[in-house]
């Protein structure tokens, strides 16, 4: 989510090994998948839906993700009056004071047409956040931090402002891979939502198991052409991804908003961002420990919140 160079085509798969993995290991893999509802993998999605909502007569199309794509976005950390106004958020939030919530910015790159070099899965996908990493972990999120996901594996890379004793790269998870073009399949048309910014959204989002945990996208309604390209085929621009973060004092994130700056169809270029996967990791990264439930040995004091994502179920 690891090669400096990396092939067009998928490397031939390695011959099946009938050795049985070591339980800590495959018990650490377990741990580190965690319940998507179908958007980075398929665990606990049966039969017959599989994890999908059909549409029903009078809603809208689905939207797609290009196959290729770039875009910056402004993140919101609201942490007051979110009940009274809750996402999706125009940017800035409509409702909401500055005293409401945190901005940070960061920036995503997403291409469909990648195979790793490994043939483990397909897609490619990074997302980097500046000075305030993804607020769904417990502790402060006052660091840099990436998400990359090359096929079915998920990385989590730290750069110089990361805190003392954590490592540069670690592994997230060996099955999370990148959303598909047509994921928004996996979420359910929310009606009310939708009729945020002056009705002017597709918005597709649910509550997460007993938790209640938020996971939302919000598309625009009307197609457009990216900016700066008058001669592109119009289509409907993600607006915004929300979610809930972990409340706990640290990082206090109980509702998160990524509105998404300049969303552009343009292929990123490795250089400048999954190739950091081959600089900064080893061959085999040690597991991240950033849920208090992805590693066994991690103080009770920071066993996880009751909405933590590391242990959502259907």
């Known amino acids: ?9 998928a490397a031939p798969n390695p011959p099946f090994d009938p050795t049985p993995l070591p339980w800590q290991e495959l018990a650490a893999r377990l741990r580190h998948t965690y319940y998507t509802g ?6 606990w999605c049966l039969p017959p839906f599989n994890c999908t ?24 950390r609201v942490f007051k009056n979110y009940e009274q106004y809750p996402p999706p958020y125009a940017s800035p939030p409509a409702g909401l004071s500055p005293d409401d919530y945190e901005v940070s910015y960061g920036a995503s790159y997403y291409d469909a047409s990648y195979v790793p070099a490994d043939g483990d899965g397909a897609g490619a996908m990074m ?35 990361r805190p003392p004793g954590t490592p540069q790269c670690c592994q997230f998870s060996l099955n999370n891979h990148p959303p598909r073009q047509d994921f928004i399949r996996h979420l359910p048309y929310n009606q009310a939502e939708s009729s945020h910014l002056d009705n002017s959204l597709q ?5 997460v198991g007993p938790q209640k945990i938020l996971f939302g996208y ?7 052409r990216d900016s700066g ?79 933590s994502w590391a242990t959502a179920k259907p």
């Not at 179908?38 to 665990?43: A, D, I, L, S």
């Not at 996901?149 to 750069?159: D, V």
Request: charged share 20%; glycine share 4%.
């Open 203 to 207: 918005a597709y989002s649910r509550l």
């Open 1 to 9: 989510m690891c090669l400096l160079a990396l092939g067009a085509q």
């Open 38 to 43: 179908g958007v980075h993998n398929e665990k």
């Open 229 to 307: 390209a008058p001669a592109g085929k119009p289509y409907r621009h993600p607006q915004s991804f929300y979610f809930s973060g972990d409340p706990s004092p640290e990082p206090d994130a109980p509702i998160v908003s990524q509105n998404y700056d300049n969303f552009r169809a343009e292929k990123p270029d490795p250089a400048k961002t999954w190739n950091q996967v081959a600089q900064m990791c080893p061959a085999k990264p040690e597991w991240c420990c950033l849920f208090a439930s992805d590693c066994p040995d991690k103080p009770k004091s920071e066993e996880a919140n009751p909405k």
């Open 127 to 161: 997302e980097h956040y500046d000075k305030r990493c993804l607020p769904i972990f417990p502790g402060s999120n006052h660091y840099s931090c990436s998400f990359v996901s090359l096929g079915n594996k998920a990385y989590f890379l730290r750069y110089a402002d």
């Open 218 to 224: 919000a598309f625009n309604k009307k197609a457009a």
């Open 53 to 76: 909502y059909p549409r029903q007569p009078g809603q809208p199309s689905n939207p797609l993700f290009p196959k290729w794509w770039v875009s910056e976005w402004t993140m919101y």
